[in-house]
């Protein structure tokens, strides 16, 4: 049976296709269509279809449109109709979205040229995040937490799972956004409202203190629950002024300068949004019983409350999936009506992110042909990269599948020397045109990742860059490129299982300098992350990289 999980409801349009139970592959249209998140979160578009990235599903298995025996749509209309509180947008928003919505089916059928009658199936968009975290996790029984923007009415969900079966227990719904806030705040900062990892980074430079009464008015937080007040978001009247009365101005573009009470505003949220959380945490540790905990929804890629969650330890084990946005809900509904359809048991426990589009030689050398450009062929690109990265240069990394999630994770990563503390203004100067209070992330040798990170329990997650332990005190002078202000690290470990090439490269890094340790960000310039040769070869043309390896294949500037 196959199944075609599709998100496209809000942003981060996405494709998945699940065959007998088995996640075959997943990518995101932005990495096609090469506009970040994909499309404008925007309530005249849940209709507008990841199409690309559905054709390149169809393809990487081999199948055509007559092939597909389902597809699953990460949101449900009925819910929203149900439970939807129009104080967050204008009513005749919420028709145009509930038209465009109903004009979905529509549209997959005109793309698929048949009629889809049962075959289509509205999924509830927090059931479709749970069942991304759970079934990829190999847990028997988990609770689950999802802490989000909005699906159909809830910020946030709590549900436990327990073979194939995932239960809602509880909703928190509108005006009780974690998600919405950040996007608020981010905004509030100067931001564009995805920037919520911008507003993370900045928190490390504030004093939570300065504004922590104000933000306990916004977050209630009481012992196991949390009530976000809805002073501030949504859409009607002028909310920016009641905060700018609160915490002092914002910022209206990102080229006004960042003040100290910026960071103060960007540290306090931090602050609540773990509190919040937190508590969230101990209510599901009240009402199941169990050491599991999956985590999904945007608000679980802020490393640093997973990092909180992690100390408190009030879960044995956590898992969060690679793509815990709303991406990764096409992986989930797919596999909801996988459990619901069809008698063969549904593969669990596969939590790879490397799950889009490979390349092969042949694909790279046409590119680098077609470029004009020329390379020579690597015995051993990993030692040449290692000796490039220890000697100062960008190295750009190329190989094998696309992640699936916000990510790069040794596939289409940048690779620089964590050594050197000149190495972040030149990554930016050179690459990443980032604000300079941003950090960058290392990747370290999973065995050796205890020497020099607080990294507590290793989780998969750990693999995906979703935790942001201390860097080891006596380490941080050795690798200060990668200590962010607060002596932290959103580090990723790398096993020798998991992507033996990058490991092989790190390992290379490490005997030749002693640090099993190097910069990893993500091979894009201000777009989404590369996906092919070519996207690769623009990008190492138009910026400061000074090389670029893919596979065997290596172009120096
Ligand atoms: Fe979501």
């Known amino acids: 049976m196959n199944i075609l999980g599709i998100n496209a409801v809000y942003h981060e349009s996405a494709a998945a296709l699940l065959i007998d139970g088995k996640l075959v592959c997943a990518v995101e249209e932005e990495r096609f269509n090469r506009i970040k998140h994909a499309k404008e979160a925007h309530f005249d578009n849940p209709h507008q279809f990841p199409e690309r990235a559905i054709r390149w599903c169809l393809k990487h298995a081999g199948l055509t449109a007559d092939d597909i025996d389902h597809v699953a749509y990460s949101f449900d209309p009925k819910l929203r109709r149900k439970r939807f509180d129009p104080d967050w947008w204008f009513p005749q928003w919420e028709e145009t979205f509930l038209l465009r919505l109903s004009q979905v089916q529509g549209v997959a059928e005109e793309l698929f040229g048949r009629k889809l009658g049962q075959k289509f199936h509205f999924v509830p968009h927090h059931l479709s995040h749970a069942a991304s975290a759970f079934f990829p996790s190999g847990f028997e029984r988990a609770a689950i937490l999802n802490i989000d923007g909005i699906g159909e009415a809830a910020g946030s969900e709590l549900?436990?799972?327990?073979?194939?079966?995932?239960?809602?227990?509880?909703?928190?719904?509108?005006?009780?956004?974690?998600?919405?806030?950040?996007?608020?705040?981010?905004?509030?900062?100067?931001?564009?409202?995805?920037?919520?990892?911008?507003?993370?980074?900045?928190?490390?430079?504030?004093?939570?203190?300065?504004?922590?009464?104000?933000?306990?008015?916004?977050?209630?937080?009481?012992?196991?629950?949390?009530?976000?007040?809805?002073?501030?978001?949504?859409?009607?009247?002028?909310?920016?002024?009641?905060?700018?009365?609160?915490?002092?101005?914002?910022?209206y573009t990102e080229t006004e300068p960042l003040l100290p009470h910026h960071a103060d505003i960007a540290a306090a949220l931090q602050e609540a949004t773990d509190a919040a959380v937190l508590a969230l945490v101990r209510r599901l540790k009240r009402k199941v019983g169990t050491d599991n905990l999956c985590i999904a929804g945007g608000v679980a890629l802020n490393c640093v409350t997973n990092e909180v969650i992690q100390k408190s330890g009030e879960f044995k084990n956590i898992f969060i999936p690679s793509a815990p946005h709303d991406a990764g809900t096409a992986i989930g509904a797919a596999m909801l009506v996988h459990c619901a359809r069809d008698k063969k048991p549904l593969q669990r426990g596969h939590c790879t992110p490397y799950l889009g589009p490979a390349y092969s030689r042949r694909d790279i050398l046409t590119a680098v042909n077609s470029a004009g450009l020329k390379s020579r062929q690597s015995k051993s690109p990993a030692r040449d990269a290692a000796k490039m990265i220890a000697d100062g240069k960008i190295v750009a990394w190329f190989q094998g599948r696309m992640e699936f999630g916000p990510r790069a994770l040794g596939n289409r990563s940048l690779l620089a020397d964590p050594r050197r503390p000149e190495m972040r203004n030149i990554l930016n100067q050179k690459v990443k045109h980032r604000e300079d209070f941003r950090p960058f992330a290392p990747s370290v040798m999973a065995e050796h990742a205890d020497d020099w990170f607080e990294t507590g329990k290793h989780t998969a997650s750990h693999e995906f860059m979703l935790f942001a332990p201390r860097v080891k005190p006596d380490r941080r002078d050795r690798i200060p490129a990668i200590v962010h202000q607060d002596g932290t690290a959103r580090v990723q470990l790398v096993s020798r299982k998991s992507n033996p090439r990058f490991h092989e490269l790190i390992s290379a890094f490490h005997a030749r300098t002693g640090v099993p340790v190097v910069i990893n960000t993500s091979f894009n310039d201000s777009e989404p992350i590369v996906c092919t040769p070519m996207d690769a070869i623009v990008t190492f043309r138009k910026s400061g990289i000074d090389a670029l390896v893919m596979d065997d294949v290596v172009l120096t500037a």
Do not use: C
Request: without cysteine; negative net charge.
């Open 159 to 251: 549900a436990k799972a327990e073979g194939t079966r995932i239960t809602p227990l509880e909703t928190f719904d509108y005006p009780h956004s974690l998600g919405f806030l950040w996007e608020v705040m981010s905004g509030y900062l100067g931001f564009s409202h995805y920037d919520a990892s911008k507003v993370m980074g900045l928190a490390a430079y504030g004093n939570a203190a300065t504004f922590r009464h104000q933000f306990e008015q916004i977050i209630r937080v009481g012992n196991d629950d949390y009530a976000v007040t809805p002073d501030y978001i949504g859409f009607h009247g002028n909310k920016m002024d009641k905060l700018a009365e609160m915490v002092g101005p914002g910022r």
